[in-house]
């Protein structure tokens, strides 16, 4: 099982970026998937979480301004982020697990990635 970030970088306070996640050897469709994030030297954060069934579910934090979303035909899991704030730098791992609320109390998890780097610019 393999799961890979991409889409991180460096973008200005305001702006948008689109992260993916694309998974081999897991089928996204039998699994809660979501995305976290950490700061180096802080606890990590849950961002968002999509169900089996297409539910929802945000971080207060990120709420109306990053969307979660997937292709499970293609297993690949995206998060939208726009409006991004200096205070979304961090790096972004995606996760699979039993369901959204394993993935919103933290784990267990199926599948971890090995994260992308998404840094705002004030």
Same mark, same amino acid.
């Given at each position: =099982?393999? *799961? =890979?970030?991409?889409?991180g970088g460096l973008v200005q306070a305001?702006?948008? *970026?689109r992260l993916s996640c694309a998974g081999t050897g897991i089928r996204f469709s039998e699994h809660g998937m979501g995305w976290f994030r950490q700061v180096s030297g802080k606890e990590r954060e849950w961002v968002a979480a999509l169900s089996t069934g297409g539910s929802t *579910?945000?971080?207060?934090? =990120?709420?109306?301004?990053?969307?979660?979303?997937?292709? !499970? +035909?293609? !297993?690949?899991l995206y998060l939208?982020?726009?409006s991004l704030k200096p205070e979304d730098t961090a790096k972004y791992?995606? +996760? +699979?697990a039993d369901s959204v609320y394993t993935l919103e109390e933290g784990g267990p998890f199926d599948a971890w990635g090995q994260g992308t780097l998404v840094t705002v610019s004030s």
């Open positions: =099982v393999q *799961l =890979v970030e991409s889409g305001g702006g948008s *970026l *579910l945000y971080a207060d934090s =990120v709420k109306g301004r990053f969307t979660i979303s997937s292709d !499970n +035909a293609k !297993n690949i939208q982020m726009i791992y995606c +996760a +699979a």
